[in-house]
T-cell receptor
Framework: DQQVKQNSPSLSVQEGRISILNCDYTNSMFDYFLWYKKYPAEGPTFLISISSIKDKNEDGRFTVFLNKSAKHLSLHIVPSQPGDSAVYFCAASGLSNAGNMLTFGGGTRLMVKP | DAGITQSPRHKVTETGTPVTLRCHQTENHRYMYWYRQDPGHGLRLIHYSYGVKDTDKGEVSDGYSVSRSKTEDFLLTLESATSSQTSVYFC?????????????FGNGTRLTVT
């Protein structure tokens, strides 16, 4: 039973427009949420994170929104660029003795068309 | 790459043979992790280590063992490889400070079991 879900396997967006990637979770103990970006033949790279005490975190073109009551978070990319084309993974962690053991969603492949 | 090297990058092996994957870090981070990535499942934790000789199981540990004899090296062993272990394996490291330290990943090992 997946505790972190990304229900859209793929998303296609025109360059310059907004990309919105969604993620849902079921475990109320999660208190830290992250987005990773992955290019082919490379490892995932950390993009942006948010703590459960916040509802928004912004870093340049990337903004993550957290709705704790709905157990939902989203990543907004504005404006989208062709270089943003990649697979995006949502991840979550909670109170744990194991450092920052993360639970990942299945990923969403974003394609930004020129 | 945060100083993480995985070897080999690609491996083809036959069912029933033992396989060892190596992760080497130069960051002196205390925590190391092995994840596998499969379509639709995102990344799933196999085993992790929180110090030399200190390891524990993750979500999908059956059929895998690990060892950490030095801070910088974390080995993943498939004692008798099966076709279900065909996957891309990622090593990650972290040095937790509170609960807000992202994991940093290596570039992965693609393993094919025939």
């Amino acid at each position: 039973d997946q505790q972190v879900k990304q229900n859209s396997p793929s998303l296609s967006v025109q360059e310059g427009r907004i990309s919105i990637l969604n993620c849902d979770y079921t475990n109320s103990m999660f208190d830290y949420f992250l987005w990773y970006k992955k290019y082919p033949a490379e490892g995932p790279t950390f993009l942006i994170s948010i703590s459960s005490i916040k509802d928004k975190n912004e870093d340049g073109r990337f903004t993550v929104f957290l709705n704790k009551s709905a157990k939902h978070l989203s990543l907004h990319i504005v404006p989208s660029q062709p270089g943003d084309s990649a697979v995006y993974f949502c991840a979550a962690s909670g109170l744990s003795n194991a450092g920052n053991m993360l639970t990942f969603g299945g990923g969403t492949r974003l394609m930004v068309k020129p | 790459d945060a100083g993480i090297t995985q070897s080999p990058r690609h491996k083809v092996t036959e069912t029933g043979t033992p396989v060892t994957l190596r992760c080497h870090q130069t960051e002196n981070h205390r925590y190391m992790y092995w994840y596998r990535q499969d379509p639709g499942h995102g990344l799933r934790l196999i085993h992790y280590s929180y110090g030399v000789k200190d390891t524990d199981k993750g979500e999908v540990s059956d059929g895998y063992s690990v060892s950490r004899s030095k801070t910088e090296d974390f080995l993943l062993t498939l004692e008798s490889a099966t076709s279900s272990q065909t996957s891309v394996y990622f090593c990650a490291i972290s040095e937790p400070t509170g609960s807000n330290s992202p994991l940093h990943f290596g570039n992965g090992t693609r393993l094919t079991v025939t």
